[in-house]
């Protein structure tokens, strides 16, 4: 009887305790130049994500994208909003000079900003920008301002316009600022700045940086006890000067700095340093710092103090915020009555270990100031809560499973379903002598039904997750593709929580067995060769320009191309494939799949895939099959060149033939290997735009054109960082790029 007042009790609370939340923000930048898949975003984890940067163009004061920019903010706010209504998408405008000048200063703006008429177009064209992109909010970043001299008489009637304008659209206005409202003796009109802004966020990082100091320091310091050089510091003069707590939004960043040290035994702050590390600027990711030290064992001090994390690798010394740092921070946000924090930028998290670790610290604030008043309401809260959502998990696991289910029942009558029973018969109760093999998926069995029909069973292995979300794309493209040099599918059986399977049996496996064994190898001449390659081309044609859908296959590989009794290649293994409509040219994916080594680097930076990404993977399939080669060694007379890279240096110097297996004969085919060599080299270009399509690479193989394009230096190429780093050191000393080379790295 009393648990009626109780639940009424925790309910308000609970209602109440969302809604105070809610108005705490946690703001995420994107950054264009990260090239970080929009979709990847863990939208759960902020209230606001600010897609960074539009400029002014200094000469109509319009605001303006950079060209490569625009498919990526264009699709911004929609993106976001599609994977979480609740956030507000924002758009950033950077004020300073960059990209029109290497001064990193906002001497450009303030000339704006003293002309009425300048004012004005800029404005307009920043309100329809957002507008026409979908954006809930502008956010006005102007972290540069006071160390620019210039005449700053108009930048509080700027701000009253800006207002006045976004509220007609009833759009967000916030403003980045630097950590301290006044500096080099220039200062923000802070009353005009609290009267227009939703809120300020400030830049509390950065104070220190390896191009500038020739000291280790802190470059993020929450206190400093012998400099106002900290955000304590910044923040109560922020507050002090008029701007209430309540508008204030405590930046934080997710990269540490990288020094090298003049001596690498002297490695505290302070320490004398020569410059940067790591990267041309010192500046260094989060993951990629997370990297580094897993990669020598090393971890991280946190000093408490200035409150930061740093470590010493040899001569190399980095400074970053870790969790318990981010925590901390938050903390104090949450202490000093901030209104919330933000983040530069997102995609230098780590598995979202930061973005976490504010959502849980600002739970656990919560909580803890709540703690002694509701403590029964809250363990009947959680328990309540816990028994709802092992309810509803439960609920939606079995209606995904009974989705997966019905959607894997296909209408058309040409598959059928095969009992657990007479599966078990034919794989000999799924005996040792019967696995084939062993996919990321589950095991393969050989069979045969009572038909003496030869099958080959896959089986889901319960525990995979991820395997119920392949199945189901296996069978839904399976039941809709049929071509000869598509693997079959017979059946399947979906009984007493099995998912299974069932293929017409490739007596000669799949073609990685033949590839690099040089005794199999000796098993085919070219001629057999071309009809394979044929064969892959042809199942390609089928799936991108013939069949209902556009399917981009994403694993072409070796190991996925079967070989039936007569070595008729047919393309196997749609779990992750995708289809998409066949007017759209390119679609974003929310994960990175792929087999690494087959997957285009658009896909990898950026999220892209297209009909050239599987274009891609057959370029570099082609290279393995005319050379005999690995695309994991490493080649050249220095060893330094990766399979797409030798076969192009080769080629270039005329010396193809020496990247072809010799055994190969292509006298009497219309098939010449050097076009080959060729031809796969155009589809493993850099760009997918620059490769050619499933059509055309199926005429240049039949000599139908007359001059092949000549081949770019292939995607992921060493050498071309070797040359930039060679322009760019001038004898200074760099570490491994790991921020290139983990860039590269797909899982
Ligand atoms: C700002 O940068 C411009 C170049 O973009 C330069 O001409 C100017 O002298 C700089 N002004 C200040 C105050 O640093
Ligand atoms: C700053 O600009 C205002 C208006 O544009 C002007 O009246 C004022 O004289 C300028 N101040 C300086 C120091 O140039
Ligand atoms: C760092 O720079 C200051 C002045 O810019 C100079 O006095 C000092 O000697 C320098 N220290 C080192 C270690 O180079
Ligand atoms: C943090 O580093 C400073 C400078 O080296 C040192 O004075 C301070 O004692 C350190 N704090 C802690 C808690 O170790």
């Known amino acids: 009887m009393s648990i009626l007042p109780l639940l009424f009790l925790f309910i308000s609370q609970s209602l109440w305790k969302t809604s105070a939340s809610q108005t705490w923000i946690k703001a995420g930048y994107w950054y264009t130049q990260s ?9 759960a984890l902020f209230t606001h994500l600010i897609c960074a940067f539009a400029y002014i163009n200094p000469s109509t004061n319009e605001l303006i994208l950079i060209t490569s920019d625009e498919p990526y903010v264009s699709t911004f706010a929609s993106t976001v909003k599609k994977s979480n209504p609740l956030v507000k998408p924002l758009l950033s405008i950077r004020t300073q000079n960059e990209y029109y000048g290497t001064n990193k200063n906002s001497s450009l703006f303030l000339s704006m900003i003293n002309n009425p008429a300048y004012r004005k177009t800029f404005i307009e064209s920043s309100i329809k920008m957002a507008l026409d992109h979908g954006f809930e909010g502008l956010d006005l970043y102007i972290t540069t301002l006071l160390s620019t001299k210039g005449n700053m008489t108009n930048l509080g009637i700027l701000f009253n316009e800006l207002r006045h304008a976004v509220d007609q659209e009833k759009l967000i206005l916030t403003m980045g600022g630097h950590y301290s409202p006044e500096f080099d003796l220039q200062s923000y009109p802070v009353d005009l700045v609290s009267k227009n802004f939703d ?20 470059h993020a310091a929450l206190y400093d006890p012998s400099s106002p050089v900290n955000t304590d510091y910044g923040v109560n003069e922020w507050i002090k000067r008029g701007l209430p707590a309540s508008k204030l939004v405590l930046g934080m960043s997710y990269h540490g700095f990288a020094w090298t040290l003049v001596d690498p035994k002297d490695n505290g702050f302070g320490a004398p340093a020569k410059g940067v590390a790591i990267t041309d600027d010192g500046t260094v990711g989060y993951k990629h710092i997370k990297q580094y030290l897993r990669s020598y064992g090393v971890n991280s001090v946190r000093n408490s103090t200035y409150v930061v994390n740093y470590c010493a690798i040899g001569s190399f010394w980095i400074v970053f915020d870790d969790v318990e740092s981010i925590r901390k921070k938050v903390a104090y946000a949450k202490e000093k009555g901030l209104l919330g924090v933000s983040v530069w930028h997102v995609s230098n998290d780590d598995n979202w270990e930061l973005s976490k670790a504010i959502a849980q610290e600002e739970d656990a604030y919560n909580h803890h100031k709540r703690l002694l008043v509701i403590t029964l309401c809250t363990i009947t809260f959680f328990i309540l809560l816990l028994g709802c959502m092992i309810c509803c998990l439960r609920k939606r696991i079995i209606s995904k499973v009974k989705q997966v289910m019905n959607s894997g029942k296909p209408s058309d009558h040409n598959h059928q379903v095969l009992s657990f029973e007479d599966i078990r018969e034919a794989t000999n109760s799924f005996s040792e002598e019967n696995k084939l093999g062993e996919g990321g998926y589950g095991p393969v069995y050989k069979g045969k039904l009572s038909n003496e029909q030869e099958i080959a069973v896959k089986r ?54 033949y590839l690099f064994d040089p005794s199999r190898r000796s098993m085919l001449n070219w001629e057999k060769w ?16 013939y069949s209902r859908l556009t399917i981009v296959h994403r694993d072409l590989k070796a190991s996925n191309i079967l070989l039936d009794a007569n070595m008729k290649p047919k393309i196997s293994d749609f779990g992750i494939a995708k289809s998409f409509e066949s007017n759209e040219i390119e679609a974003n994916t929310d994960r990175i799949v792929g087999t690494y080594g087959c997957v285009p680097p658009e896909y990898i930076k950026q999220g892209l895939y297209s009909r050239k990404y599987d274009v891609y993977s057959f370029g570099v399939l082609l290279l393995q099959i005319i050379s005999g080669k690995k695309n994991y060694n490493v080649y050249g007379p220095h060893q330094n060149l990766n399979l797409l890279e030798y076969a192009y240096v080769l080629c270039k110097e005329g010396r193809g033939m020496e990247f072809i297996d ?7 085919s219309t098939y010449k290997l050097s076009r080959c060599i060729q031809v796969a080299l155009l589809c493993v270009e850099e760009k997918w735009t620059h490769r050619p399509s499933m059509l055309e690479v199926s005429a240049m193989l039949r000599n139908e054109y007359q001059n092949l394009p000549m081949p770019r230096r292939p995607a992921f190429s060493t050498n071309k960082y070797e040359e930039e780093k060679k322009n760019k050191a001038n004898g200074k000393v760099y570490s491994v790029d790991m921020a290139t080379i983990s860039q590269l790295l797909p899982r």
């Open 35 to 43: 090239e970080y898949p929009i979709p990847n975003i863990n939208t």
């Open 662 to 668: 010799s055994s190969l004969d292509d006298e009497s």
């Open 460 to 513: 889901l292995s319960r525990s995979s997750k991820q395997g119920v979300k392949e199945f189901k794309n296996e069978v839904t493209f399976a039941t809709k593709l049929q071509h000869v040099n598509l693997v079959k599918l017979l059946g399947f059986c979906t009984e007493r929580e099995e998912k299974m399977l069932i293929y017409e049996y490739m007596p000669n496996k799949s073609l990685d067995l």
């Open 530 to 545: 071309v009809e394979i390659i044929e064969g892959i081309i042809q199942g390609l044609l089928y799936l991108q320009e």
């Open 199 to 218: 809120w300020v966020h400030i830049k509390a990082y950065a104070y220190h940086t390896p191009l500038v100091d020739n000291f280790t320091a802190a």
